[in-house]
């Protein structure tokens, strides 16, 4: 089983960025590694994911403005915020799949305000 330990959120202005970090406590060499972000009232939803060849994809309402990254020697995710928008604001979840396996995080609070 892996685990996996999001940080990096907290408060920051609208135009400001936040680094988001997910370690996590087995190998993630094979595993495809994205984030997710769930606002109050509203579903999770998917934000970028990143192969385990290291391929990213991202959702629209991000892309270009959000940067997926995996060091697996250090068996971490990240994700770059830059441009933030109240709109980001939202719980951020890491997520590991592989296979037949399906991890979460705890999750890591991003609020965008004045």
């Known amino acids: 089983q892996v685990q996996l330990v999001e940080s990096g959120g907290g408060l920051v202005q609208p135009g400001g960025s936040l680094r988001l970090s997910c370690a996590a406590s087995?190998?993630?060499?094979?595993?495809?590694m994205a984030w997710y972000r769930q606002a109050p009232g509203n579903q999770r939803e998917w934000v970028a994911v990143t192969s385990s060849g290291g391929t990213a994809t991202y959702a629209e309402s991000v892309k270009g403005r959000f940067t997926i990254s995996r060091d697996n020697g250090k068996r971490t995710v990240y994700l770059e915020m830059n441009s933030l928008k109240p709109e980001d604001t939202a719980v951020y979840y890491c997520?590991?799949?592989?296979?037949?396996?399906?991890?979460w995080g705890q999750g890591t609070q991003v609020t965008v305000s004045s």
């Open positions: 997520n590991a799949r592989w296979n037949a396996y399906n991890y």
């Open positions: 087995g190998s993630i060499d094979n595993y495809v």
